[in-house]
Structure formats: structure tokens, C-alpha cells
């Protein structure tokens, strides 16, 4: 089996990561549309576009399933998606609603992290009506982390100020937890455990996400077959630079260190 990833860059590999882990056997196809990030900050059909383009070339390849590894794109394009092709599409969400289920031991607030973008689409506002009956999630918009992650900036002075600057305006006693809804944001979860206090939960969609693919394999009759090779693409192009590779798999072993 083959599932093709997509991303506009670097931070659907962190899903990637954990499908890799959860489903050894299959092959991936990744594909980062890092001509083009950051989505997050850009116009909705701009991006609706975008995606199309990327998930058609991914397609073309043959894949038995795709994940949307990136909140934003789902948000703008996954019903477009599901439309457009016959095999699944899996898309993404932020991990809101364990995180309001989480609230019932805390007694305090939800602080939901991500993009402009996503903030302000549909997807997600409906999402917090339906499972938000107590009105306890809060949003902080954190663009700058995703041009941070794709310059490979994760945990030096200028990343640390912006991201404590903006934190600045979140009074942590108020909240049990934090919800990364943005993919790239995952490689920072250590940066944030330094900076809010050690008693919030950080979370994000991942797991979930990939417990979905497992899922709808079962229901596809996919089995998990192959060797677990990554065949990277950067916006169409085929990833053959071997410095490039080495950048990869250190994000994974970043990532197996969290």
C-alpha cells in the first residue's frame, strides 16, 4: 500500500513520522509544497488552488489514500478533495475536542494554537460550536512559527523571544491545556514545555489522525503492505539532493526525542 502525505512544507512530516511509526509496512509518498508556504497567511482560493494542484500530482502516483497532513489546507480544501477523487482522503483537525474532554478534570480553559488561516475558516468554528458547550476554548494565532520551522530556526534566540512575546498575552493559570492545530508548530512542543508551566497539557492531532487512516484502511480493505520507504517531493520535484535527505531524517530524529 501506498498513502501519499501532503503538506505546504516540512510539518506534515510530523504525521508522517507517526504513521511511520504505526504502520511500518506501507510506503509513502511526501510531498511539501515548499515553493509556495506558508499557506497559513495566504487567500483561501489561492490555497484551495494549491492543494488541488499538489493532491492531483500526488494522485497521478498511484497512491491508495491520501492524508492532508496540514490544518490549514483541510480546512480550506478537504470537501473539495473528497469530491475529486475515488480513493480516501483523510484530512486534519486540531485535537479540540479531546482537549475540551480533558477540561472536565482541570476545571480550567482551552488555548487552541495555529494559523490565520485556519482561525478564521468554517471548519474549525463549527467544530468549537459543536464540541465547546461550555465556551472554554480561547485561539492565539502564531504564524511566524511555521516561517520558523521551514527555515529550520527551531530553538534559537529569535524563536524563543517571538514565540515567549506572544505567549506573553496568554495567562497560563487560566488554562489545563494547549492545542497545536498547525503541524509545523510540533517540532517547537519542547520550546513550549520551557515556557508555560509544567502542569499543561500540550497536544495536537496526529495520533488521531493516523488512527483515522488506520481506520478507513480497514473499511478500503487496504492492507499494510511494503517496506516503509518515503519517496519526497518539494512542489512536484523529486528529492534526489542527499543533503536535503539528511535534513529530513533529522527531523525525524528530532521528533523521536519528544
Known amino acids: 500500500m501506498i498513502t501519499g502525505f501532503f503538506d505546504s512544507g516540512i510539518g506534515g512530516i510530523t504525521v508522517l513520522h507517526e504513521a511511520i511509526r504505526l504502520l511500518p509496512r506501507c510506503d509513502y509518498i511526501y510531498y511539501a509544497d515548499s515553493d509556495n508556504a506558508p499557506y497559513g497567511t495566504r487567500d483561501r482560493a489561492d490555497v484551495n488552488k494549491l492543494v488541488i494542484n499538489a493532491v492531483d500530482f500526488i494522485a497521478a502516483r498511484g497512491v491508495d489514500a491520501v492524508v492532508i497532513a496540514c490544518n490549514t489546507a ?4 478537504i470537501d473539495t478533495l473528497r469530491n475529486r477523487y475515488s480513493i480516501p482522503v483523510i484530512g486534519m483537525e486540531p485535537a479540540v475536542k479531546p482537549a475540551v474532554e480533558r477540561h472536565g478534570k482541570h476545571h480550567k480553559r482551552v488555548l487552541v494554537a495555529a494559523t490565520p488561516l485556519t482561525l478564521k475558516e468554517e471548519k474549525l468554528k463549527n467544530l468549537i460550536a459543536r464540541v465547546d458547550n461550555e465556551h472554554i476554548v480561547d485561539l492565539i494565532s502564531l504564524p511566524e512559527l511555521v516561517k520558523f520551522a521551514e527555515d529550520y530556526r527551531f530553538d534559537d534566540a529569535g524563536v524563543r523571544s517571538y514565540l515567549e512575546n506572544e505567549l506573553s498575552a496568554v495567562d497560563p493559570t487560566l488554562y489545563s491545556t494547549v492545542v497545536l492545530g498547525c503541524t509545523h508548530f510540533i517540532y517547537f512542543k519542547n520550546l513550549f514545555r520551557q515556557i508555560l508551566p509544567r502542569s499543561m497539557d500540550i497536544i495536537d492531532g496526529n495520533f488521531g489522525t493516523v488512527r483515522n487512516l488506520q481506520n478507513i484502511m480497514r ?6 503492505s511494503g517496506s516503509g520507504s518515503v519517496t519526497y517531493y518539494i512542489s512536484g520535484r523529486l ?3 542527499s543533503e536535503l535527505l539528511d535534513r529530513y531524517d533529522l527531523l525525524h530524529r528530532m521528533l523521536d526525542l519528544q
Open 239 to 241: 528529492v534526489e539532493n
Open 219 to 224: 473499511q478500503n480493505n487496504l492492507q499494510e
Open 74 to 77: 483541510t480546512s480550506v480544501a
